[in-house]
């Protein structure tokens, strides 16, 4: 069934219309029909209103001809109507609360689950979060049934509208025909007018998110220290005023516009109701409408033309809603997704490199270009170069994270880009330069390198200690349930190299048949630094070991030294080869030993 509501919204050769409200009807059957067939059935109560009106004032017109009981019925039959109507309304509002709730949390889950499928690519286009952002738009409390309602009450409205015009064009078709042709201008109007309007919401999208960034700069407390340093808060909030008065002019003008062409085609319908008005009135003198007739198509004029404006202002929001829930659409198609695989058979082996190139998306220059290696399983490897040199898309091409975009990664003879997501996902174990500090408890910290053993005292302990963490807690108060951020009430904060040694712990949890550490130990002080590198390598045993690192001295640990430049694995080998190579290792390696020696030291690390 899951997979039924995913294929139809995301089935594109379907109207976007067309789309949602089979949708809505697939994911809460019953609430769907019964909700479409109150408003339905509620937009029939005006046109009966009208032709009981009639009656009502026919019998009190004649009432000196008619029974008194006849009039009582009429006015009877006229209330049962209103009290109905509002009975039904009743209903339809207990209706309308539970479809809302049931479509939003299907949206939600879709929403949700297309971003966990999407390649981790993706997330590098530079289009991907305005994408991410007008999808949510969607996805907020009300917008989906606001989406539904406008499009029920439409439909209410056209069937109001066309039974009281049944009704009225028995007695008079040319007023009709007047008023029609208005609204139809209008109805035009108010398509051209949602269009601009969103196409004016993505064209300002960017310049929103840029100075919704400005803002958090300007108010987070890791950034707000450096603004205050730099005395740049001052240049920060006028850019984000220029920014933010070019949206609002460019926003007014479209306004402008609008409001001028409303205002136009108001006066254009008031003239055709004047003009209706006038019909019968003419009719009434010259005896063709009775008198009671000429009250029920006033009455019912004015029932016509409520209608008809409310379709009309409808019209308008309903196109916004369907643009805006294209978008939604369109972000649910966003490819590339992770392909679907079910091998979760692999086994500890060597990593195979064959001739690996890689292009990040929309990028002109490839971040890696024609790389080959062969890693025999438990090595331990050091990987280093200047900035920019490639190393940390060659660990995330190896971790799986990103497909090559020519050439292939193997682990154990198989095909990592073959493995079942979650499968590939528990071999390897990283710590990022990046890496995330959640604001939970420093045992939540450390578990969510592996949800599994969350609850496990003893596993959080291991890891802990393997990775540092240990020492971090037993200078807290509350030990492992601190709740390690100053953003809620009780938590505290770390230092940037107990945050480390949190990250690498966190890496412990699992254990996989490849760890890599993407410089995360820089905030560590050197001698720190080598204890946590050289116990990562001890405790890494088995395993195939990663490391990136520019600081040489930690590379020359490793049994082995890949040498990244410009993208090209330039030199490999033990730090004896690479220095007796004389090539680009032993150019940065003079250059290192030369910072830390001292005047009277000749040469060395
Ligand atoms: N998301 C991205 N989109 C486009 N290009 C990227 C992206 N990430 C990195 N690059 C480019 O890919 C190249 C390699 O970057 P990478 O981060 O792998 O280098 P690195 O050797 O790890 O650098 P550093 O030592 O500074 O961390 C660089 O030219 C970089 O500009």
Known sequence: MVQVKQRILQHSRWPIHLRFIIWTLVTGKTRSIVYAALMVISGLF???????????FTAALHIHAVHIRV???????WAGIALVSSLIWSVYQVVEEALKLTLEAEMERSLQQKTARLALETFERGDFHDMLERAREMTKPGELMNLLAESWFIGQSVVTTIAIAGVIATWNAWMLTA?????????????????EAHALKHALAPNQRLRRYIQDVLTTPASAKEVRTFAAGERLLTRWASLHCEDMAREWRVQRRHELVRSALAIGGVLGVVLG????????????????????????LQQFHTGVNEAIGRVGYLRQYLLRIGDLFTYLTLEPEIRDKTDTDIQPGPLEVRSVSFCYPRAKEKALSDISLTVPFGQRVAVVGEN???????????????EPTTGAIQLGGKDIQTLRADRRASISSVVFQDFIKYAFTLRENIGLGNYDKMDDEQAIVAAAKAGGADEVASALSAGYETLLTTRFADGTDLSGGQWQKVAISRAFMRNPMIVALDEPTSALDPQMETEVLERFLSISGERTAIIVSHRLGIARLCDRILVMSNGRLVEEGTHEDLLQLGGEYARMWNLQAQRYRTPSQPSGD
């Open 46 to 56: 005006p046109a009966a209103g009208v032709w009981v009106a009639m009656h009502v």
């Open 71 to 77: 009039l009582l019925r009429w006015i009877a039959a």
């Open 179 to 195: 008023v029609i042709v208005v609204a139809a201008l209008d109805v035009l109007a108010q398509l051209g007018q949602a269009r």
């Open 277 to 300: 008005i006038a019909i019968v009135c003419f009719q009434t003198i010259s005896g063709a409408l009775s008198a009671a007739e000429f009250a029920a198509i006033l009455y019912g």
């Open 388 to 402: 920019g040199a490639g190393k940390s898309t060659l660990v995330r091409l190896l971790l799986g994270l990103y």
